[in-house]
């Protein structure tokens, strides 16, 4: 064993095995946390960095003219992928910015017309976390739980529903279960039933179709890092028409984007976001099926060479890239730290002190142990069937090892009823 420094910059554990052609460590398997940026983007993006350096927003000179066009081009290729017209589209600085624009800006503009919201326990925090501020302001927010398999329920939704209800706010898939929520009929409920539809696309728009018309879908948000576009630039799409939405602004100023979100314009983000989504729409057909194949692959081999695997959320209605799996009986953390040149997350997140497990797993009725014991693979587009070959590898040498020391595994194995066992506390 060796260390080395990766181009990266990142310190890893080499071993001193041969590496396969075409794999380079650390190999990066994380897709939903953020994207490396498409070199075409960047391409794209620097001459706004250099000479062509106008502010958007400057009318009276051929700088400013200059960043407009780029920023109005950009508008039509970010409209287009997810089927809205360009004046729909509110340039912001990331998804999550986007979901507070929609949620609390939907809940100031309706207030008259009431205060119940509707959202999901499996969402982002950056969801929830706005809707519990609400909360603290007098709003009544109902969090539905999600089913076993991830999806929500269409009867609960409907049930939840009151004459108080202004919004509904699901997202389209989970960053970490990769499950697809029915959105079309989510908002097909939502615009019968006269309510407000926004759903949080930061992980669907760029990998499957997303289109806001056959989706009725009323205020959607995304952002640019997850789809090989640059960080600290995302967009919220807000209908115009049938009905036209409208919102309390967050950010007051200088009454950029028809007031609904000032500050100037990043303009070589907003070419870079641009720039990806076109991209997405020429790729992403034939990338879906290509991620969907080698996600099966992963998935098909780590079954094959593991027993008490368990994968996480539905498999029918399921982002390409995304798989989630727990290796039960194996401990998250030194799982995680035998496979330290591939970058996955796992089932818990580091609070102040503690390792907490996910509390999307929790919520799909996962037990502490068998989250933590959870990893989230994210493909993505620069990922090949060599670093699949070596990730799966890899994860199968150090489960069988971890599972030789687990006691639990061996009891498991000779037959032990582990839920029959009464355990003395020390
Ligand atoms: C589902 C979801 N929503 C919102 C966000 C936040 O996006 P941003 O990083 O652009 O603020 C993320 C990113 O982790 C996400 O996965």
């Given amino acids: 064993m060796s260390n080395e420094m990766s181009n990266t910059g990142v310190?890893?554990?080499?071993?001193?095995?041969?590496?396969?052609?075409?794999?380079?460590?650390?190999?990066?398997?994380?897709?939903?946390?953020?994207?490396?940026?498409?070199?075409r983007v960047l391409e794209a993006m620097l001459p706004y960095f250099g000479t062509k350096f106008g502010n958007a927003a400057s009318r009276n000179h051929a700088f400013g003219w200059e960043a407009e066009q780029a920023v109005e081009k950009a508008r039509e290729q970010i409209a287009k992928l997810i089927g809205a017209t360009a004046k729909e589209i509110i340039f912001t600085s990331g998804a999550t910015e986007s979901n507070n624009l929609a949620i609390k800006g939907i809940a100031e503009m309706y207030r008259e017309r009431g205060n119940h919201i509707i959202t999901q326990a499996t969402e982002h925090k950056a969801v929830l976390d706005t809707c519990k501020k609400l909360e603290k302001q007098g709003y009544r927010v109902t969090y539905l739980p999600p089913q076993a398999d991830g999806l929500i329920s269409m009867d609960e939704l409907r049930a939840a529903?009151?004459?108080?209800?202004?919004?509904?706010?699901?997202?389209?898939?989970?960053?970490?279960?990769?499950?697809?929520?029915?959105?079309?009929?989510?908002?097909?409920?939502?615009?019968?039933?006269?309510?407000?539809?926004?759903?949080?696309?930061?992980?669907?728009?760029?990998?499957?179709?997303?289109?806001?018309?056959?989706?009725?879908?009323?205020?959607?948000?995304?952002?640019?890092?997850?789809?090989?576009?640059?960080?600290?630039?995302?967009?919220?799409?807000?209908?115009?028409?049938?009905?036209?939405?409208?919102?309390?602004?967050?950010?007051?100023?200088g009454g950029h984007?028809?007031?609904?979100?000032?500050?100037?314009?990043?303009?070589?983000?907003?070419?870079?976001?641009?720039?990806?989504?076109?991209?997405?729409?020429?790729?992403?057909?034939?990338?879906?099926?290509?991620?969907?194949?080698?996600?099966?692959?992963?998935?098909?081999?780590?079954?094959?060479?593991?027993?008490?695997?368990?994968?996480?959320?539905?498999?029918?209605?399921?982002l390409p890239g995304n798989l989630n799996m727990s290796f039960v009986y194996v401990e998250g953390e030194s799982l995680l730290m035998g496979i330290n040149d591939i970058a996955v997350s796992s089932g818990s997140a580091c609070t102040s002190a503690t390792l907490e497990p996910s509390y999307v797993l929790k919520a799909l009725g996962l037990g502490d142990d068998v989250a933590h014991s959870s990893i989230r693979f994210g493909l993505g587009r620069f990922n090949t069937k060599a670093e699949v070959d070596y990730v799966s590898d890899k994860l199968i040498d150090v489960v069988l090892k971890l599972r030789e020391l687990s006691p639990l595994y061996e009891m498991v194995k000779e037959g032990i009823d582990l839920t029959k066992i009464e355990w003395a506390a020390h």
């Fill in 11 to 39: 310190v890893i554990t080499e071993s001193s095995a041969p590496l396969p052609e075409g794999v380079h460590l650390p190999i990066y398997m994380d897709n939903h946390a953020t994207t490396p940026m498409d070199p």
């Fill in 161 to 253: 529903m009151d004459e108080k209800t202004i919004l509904v706010t699901i997202m389209y898939a989970n960053n970490e279960i990769g499950v697809i929520q029915p959105i079309a009929e989510i908002g097909k409920l939502c615009h019968e039933k006269g309510v407000i539809f926004h759903t949080d696309a930061v992980q669907t728009v760029g990998k499957i179709p997303v289109n806001v018309q056959t989706d009725n879908i009323d205020l959607l948000s995304f952002t640019a890092h997850k789809l090989y576009g640059p960080k600290g630039v995302g967009a919220l799409y807000v209908r115009r028409r049938n009905p036209r939405v409208q919102l309390t602004e967050q950010i007051n100023g």
């Fill in 257 to 318: 984007e028809r007031g609904m979100r000032s500050g100037t314009l990043n303009v070589p983000g907003i070419v870079g976001m641009g720039a990806a989504c076109e991209i997405a729409m020429n790729e992403m057909e034939a990338e879906g099926k290509r991620q969907a194949a080698l996600r099966d692959y992963l998935k098909a081999k780590l079954e094959k060479a593991i027993d008490y695997t368990q994968v996480n959320g539905n498999m029918e209605h399921h």
